[in-house]
């Protein structure tokens, strides 16, 4: 998931913003990248309808600049499962409130770095994240499902605001677990089981661009134009006291 695709794209688009499923495949196939939130659910469900999966989007503060958006899928048996590429999670997990992930236990293999607990609340489901630290975080996800042409026109209002904060996260495999590197506001660190491992600060923006392209691939012209934007609008809010 990451946030570049957006900047690099929003200078190079027309009116619309937020691209299709099939622009999404040619711009992986050519550069490696893949999207924001909103434009890995959209892939998804994509996929989920290819596959005739019933599926449907889901989102929190949708058209706002802090929304987010995910899928919910389910199996034959109308069982509900979440499906975050978004917040980069390994693998879909059970959200009924009759499944066995509704116990005091904390749950592995589903959140890189982290184990989840899943709590049931009213039309809404909490998920419990329990760092190796000792460090508690949670989130809520409502799962009443989102009109798609609703949920598309929040993914274009989205694709339309820019944050000065650059973002990329990634899962990676090492050491026999997935593990989570994240690229935040020019912080980088790895969220492993073990703890939270900062990587040494960086000024120069090629420096960047070699360090993001060693995690994930993508195409360093790519890199070198994304990355320059938000220089360029981190400095000129900085300079406005604006962020949009």
């Not at 089981?193 to 360090?211: A, F, I, K, Q, S």
Request: hydrophobic share 35%; net charge negative; glycine share 6%.
């Amino acid at each position: 998931m990451e946030t570049l695709t957006k900047a690099w794209y929003y200078q190079r688009s027309g009116d619309q913003k937020q691209r299709d499923v099939e622009l999404m495949k040619q711009h992986h196939d050519q550069y490696g990248i893949t999207g924001n939130c909103f434009d890995l659910a959209i892939w998804l469900l994509a996929a989920f309808d290819d596959a005739r999966v019933n599926a449907y989007p889901i989102g929190s503060k949708l058209g706002t600049v802090d929304a987010h958006a995910a899928i919910i899928a389910e199996d034959r048996d109308g069982r509900r499962f979440l499906c975050d590429l978004g917040d980069q999670w390994i693998q879909p997990i059970l959200i009924d409130g009759d499944s066995q992930n509704f116990t005091s236990s904390q749950l592995s293999g589903y959140f890189p770095g982290a184990e989840v607990q899943v709590k049931s609340v009213g039309q809404e489901v909490e998920m419990v994240y329990y760092r190796p630290n000792g460090k508690q975080s949670r989130q809520l996800y409502k799962v009443k499902p989102v009109e798609r042409l609703q949920f598309l026109a929040a993914a274009e209002y989205s694709q339309h605001h820019i944050s000065p904060e650059p973002l990329v996260e990634v899962r990676l495999y090492e050491k026999g677990e997935t593990r989570h590197w994240e690229f935040d506001n020019w912080n980088s660190f790895l969220s492993t089981n073990t703890g939270l491992y900062h990587d040494e600060p960086l000024e120069n923006l090629e420096d960047w661009v070699d360090r993001i392209h060693e995690k994930t691939k993508y195409d360093k012209a790519f890199l070198l134009a994304s990355l320059g934007f938000y220089e360029k609008l981190n400095l000129e809010s900085s300079e406005t006291g604006e962020v949009e």
